[in-house]
Each structure stands twice: as structure tokens, then as C-alpha cells.
């Protein structure tokens, strides 16, 4: 701890908190992120799980159909990493473990995003072929996954680095 100019006493992240008041923080902020992403996600597999039972489904090549189960095993594990924070902090609730709780919940998070990239990936694959049969769809989709790596990697990771001294 150092003291400030108003002559409080600030942690190393600048601010005037405690260890248990800093896991807190870091716990609510971390929930209302899953929360967003949780509802697309579950949205998604739902839609995902309702496609095997369309009767076009039947018509797919085999291809299209080995690419709609690595989807819907992908939209499972995405749903269970980003689910995964909520079972963590009812299990350990109250049993001084907070940060550490804190830390696992950002860890399924992030793998919960990486598994969301690929099940976003895969599932945008899926639609494009069937909807157009165009050679230019992995183009497509490359270019997409491009932009969701920029955006939820990319950007975040440069402004650590340009933005922290540590």
C-alpha cells in the first residue's frame, strides 16, 4: 500500500481497496460479462439444438452434417465454460476462497470465449455453405473470425500494452 496526495491509503492497482474488496469488484464486473455473453450463447445453442429435427437436415451432405456436430459439441462446451462461473461461485460461496474463486471464473471465461469463437466460427460455416454452396464462403467466414479476433483479442491485448507499465 502507498498513500495518496489526499493521503488515503491505495493498493497497486491505484485504488482504495482491500484484497477481499478487490476480489468482489473483480467478481461483479467479471458476472456482468458472463451475463452478456451467456445469453447469446444459449441462444445459440438452442437454435442448434432444433436444427437436427428440420427436414432439410436429412438433404445435408455429410460433410455439412459432421460440421453441424462439431458446432453443437463446441455450443456445449461454450455454454459450460461460460455457465461454469456461476456453479463455481454457488460451491464455494462463503468459504473465504474469493480471489482464488475469481480467478478459475476468469479462466473459464476466456476459455469460454475462445469456445465461443469456435462454435460462432463453425456455426457461420455451416449457414453459409448450406445457404449458398459458394466457394467463396471460407473466405467469408475467415474474413469474419479476422474481425472477432480483432475485436475480443487483438484490441483488448494492445491496449494492455499500450496503456499499462506493468
Not at 67 to 85: D, F, M, N, R, S
Not at 145 to 158: E, I, K, R, T
Request: aromatic share 8%; hydrophobic share 50%.
Amino acid at each position: 500500500m502507498t498513500v495518496s496526495k489526499s493521503g488515503a491509503d491505495v493498493n497497486d492497482w491505484g485504488r482504495n481497496e482491500t484484497e477481499e474488496e478487490r476480489a468482489d469488484r473483480k467478481w461483479g464486473e467479471l458476472i456482468q460479462e458472463v451475463r452478456v455473453a451467456q445469453t447469446g450463447v444459449q441462444i445459440l445453442f438452442g437454435f442448434l439444438l432444433t436444427v437436427v429435427f428440420q427436414q432439410k437436415y436429412a438433404t445435408l451432405a455429410q460433410t455439412d452434417k459432421t460440421i453441424y456436430i462439431v458446432t453443437v459439441i463446441l455450443g456445449a462446451a461454450t455454454t459450460g465454460a461460460l455457465i461454469g462461473p456461476v456453479s463455481l461461485h454457488r460451491l464455494v460461496s462463503g468459504q473465504r476462497v474469493k480471489a482464488e474463486a475469481v480467478q478459475w471464473a476468469s479462466r473459464m471465461t476466456l476459455a469460454g470465449l475462445v469456445l465461443l469463437l469456435a462454435t460462432m466460427t463453425s456455426s457461420l460455416l455451416l449457414v453459409l455453405r448450406v445457404a449458398t454452396h459458394n466457394a467463396i464462403v471460407p473466405w467469408i467466414v475467415s474474413g469474419v473470425v479476422a474481425w472477432y479476433g480483432l475485436c475480443w483479442f487483438v484490441v483488448p491485448m494492445w491496449t494492455l500494452r499500450r496503456h499499462t507499465s506493468r
